[in-house]
């Protein structure tokens, strides 16, 4: 017997590759975000750091566009992978973790520089891809 899929449930949830190289460097503290992002500029997480930590000494616009360039790597990577705009980007998968951190950061920039209409549409999107992560990002 074949097992059928509900055509009206959506689309499965996306899970980004995840390169080990970036993780270990974390892990060893070998390289900075700033570093990583250099040589990895695809890892959303290294964008997502230096997005949070801009943000965190009051450079706000600085931490826009570390968020955004983060945000638009991991569409990009998204889409690799086969996501087609809509869908659960699981919290649980460690490498959706840096898009999605970077979805919190330019939500939270965008709402710091009164740019309303940009971090209610990133709010709703991160809610929207794993509402884990919404509960867990937004502060």
């Keep these: 017997m074949t097992e059928r899929k509900n055509l009206l449930s959506g689309p499965g949830p996306t899970l ?3 390169e080990a190289e970036p993780y270990r460097r974390l892990a060893e503290e070998s390289a900075s975000p700033t570093q990583l992002a250099a040589d990895y500029p695809w890892f959303s997480l290294a964008w997502a ?3 949070d930590d801009a943000f965190t000494e009051g450079r706000v616009v600085e931490s826009y566009a570390y968020a955004r360039t983060g945000y638009h790597r991991g569409l990009d990577a ?3 992978a086969g ?3 809509h869908g659960p980007v699981p919290w649980e998968h ?3 973790r840096g898009f999605l951190r970077c979805l919190a950061a330019l939500a ?3 709402d710091a520089i009164k740019e309303t209409e940009e971090a209610t549409r ?3 999107f991160l809610r929207d891809s794993s509402p884990e992560a919404y ?3 937004k502060q």
């Design 16 to 18: 980004l590759a995840e």
């Design 49 to 51: 750091m230096l997005a």
């Design 78 to 80: 998204l889409r690799r």
């Design 83 to 85: 996501w087609k705009g």
């Design 94 to 96: 460690r490498a959706n």
């Design 108 to 110: 939270r920039a965008a």
């Design 122 to 124: 990133c709010w709703d």
């Design 135 to 137: 509960t867990a990002l």
